[in-house]
């Protein structure tokens, strides 16, 4: 009997790839309510060639390396046919590789800074520093510089959901930590918390964004706002919060438990 199971390959992104990256990052987080308070009259054409820009990997000097560390842009591939046939991408995962510890000096330095050359016309840089920008710094206060793999995105196509695509992008970047015997590390939103804590992701700290309170924004019926993550560190998730959840997997031994 032939295999149902979808066909999911994972492969470096390449320039012909910009296109499907796009949009699938822009179709994934557009109900998601920071999202669209980051960019209050939707993602402009700017802010989406911005990224298509800066998502991809730039040359680096020895010493930019040294600081900023190696990035692996991914896709997942999905093929409806099996291996054989015709392959559409669904899912892609952005990944900053440190091999050696950074110096107090060098970690230190880091500071997220939002610019409108980077993110476009119409975004809303006080809510990108307020929501991203604070993440970074919680993880990189957190990290201290340590040697690991982070996870900066994972995006996956609404439409193309449950197919395993997300799943194997987080088992390739777990592997090459594993093999590097190194940590992983991540932020991640409400939806993607459980998928994370199944690969062995451990709770670290919280950001909880007091959504109603500062932006006047409720929740939708229906909306996740990580309610049931991370409470066991953090506590319950007040009403009108959304909470996202730094993590960190430790070095998975070869035939250790996931």
């Given at each position: ?6 066909f999911?390959r994972?492969?470096k ?15 994934a ?5 920071m999202n669209q308070?980051?960019?209050p009259g ?5 802010s ?6 800066r998502?991809f ?14 990035t ?18 669904v ?6 590789l ?16 939002p ?7 119409g ?11 604070e993440?970074n710094?919680k ?6 510089g340590?040697?690991a ?19 194997a ?33 451990e709770?670290v ?17 229906g ?27 430790p070095?998975?031994r070869?035939g250790s438990?996931?």
């Amino acid at each position: 009997m032939a295999s149902t199971k979808p066909f999911i390959r994972v492969r470096k992104a390449e320039l012909a790839d910009t296109d499907a990256i796009v949009r699938i990052h822009y179709e994934a987080f557009d109900d998601d309510v920071m999202n669209q308070l980051m960019y209050p009259g939707g993602a402009t054409e700017a802010s989406r060639k911005r990224f298509g820009e800066r998502v991809f990997p730039r040359p680096q000097s020895d010493e930019e390396l040294a600081k900023n560390g190696e990035t692996i842009l991914n896709v997942a591939e999905y093929f409806p046919e099996g291996p054989d046939g015709p392959g559409e991408v669904v899912a892609f995962s952005k990944w900053v590789l440190h091999r050696n510890p950074r110096t107090e000096e060098q970690w230190k330095s880091e500071d997220y800074v939002p610019t409108v050359e980077n993110f476009g016309e119409g975004a809303d840089l006080s809510v990108i520093n307020a929501f991203i920008g604070e993440l970074n710094r919680k993880q990189r206060d957190h990290a201290k510089g340590e040697a690991a793999l982070f996870l900066g995105i994972l995006a996956c196509s609404p439409d193309r959901q449950r197919l395993g695509a997300g799943s194997a992008l987080v088992k390739w970047g777990t592997d090459l930590a594993d093999s590097l015997r190194l940590p992983t590390r991540l932020e991640s939103s409400p939806v993607g918390y459980a998928v994370y804590r199944k690969f062995g992701f451990e709770d670290v700290d919280v950001l909880d964004m007091k959504v109603k309170e500062t932006w006047g924004v409720t929740k939708e019926e229906g909306r996740y706002w990580g309610e049931n993550n991370a409470v066991a560190l953090a506590g319950p998730v007040p009403e009108g919060v959304m909470r996202s959840v730094i993590m960190r997997r430790p070095v998975k031994r070869r035939g250790s438990a996931a």
